[in-house]
Nanobody
């Protein structure tokens, strides 16, 4: 098991910033591929960003240039820095961990461990 605990969500005005954190425990964090997903009301869960254990980063087009994913293996933590937030970024954000191949890193089916989610609300 890899318990994941997100924090950092909240209410922010459009144009503002938030930093989400996801703390992991249990299995070796440094060898995990880590991802962030989000789910808005009435919509399916969608990929936001990912960072494999090797350190490359991947983003969905709608957040490129605004969001930054990073990881601190010494702290077993992955971060999502979100800048220039828009109302359409409103969703529950989930972090996830995978020990499978990184070839499907943008697919939710590739992840075995999920956090409980943290709400991000962006007001216009």
């Amino acid at each position: 098991q890899v318990p994941l605990v997100e924090s950092g969500g909240g209410l922010v005005q459009a144009g503002g910033s938030l930093r989400l954190s996801c703390a992991a425990s249990g299995r070796t964090f440094s060898s995990a591929h880590m991802g962030w997903f989000r789910q808005a009301p009435g919509k399916e869960r969608e990929f936001v960003a990912a960072i494999p254990w090797g350190g490359n980063t991947y983003y969905t087009d709608s957040v490129k240039g605004r969001f930054t994913i990073s990881r601190d293996n010494a702290k077993n933590t992955v971060y999502l820095q979100m800048n220039s937030l828009k109302p359409e970024d409103t969703a529950v954000y989930y972090c996830a961990a995978s020990y499978r191949s990184s070839r499907e890193i943008i697919s939710a089916q590739n992840y075995d461990y999920w956090g409980q989610g943290t709400q991000v609300t962006v007001s216009s």
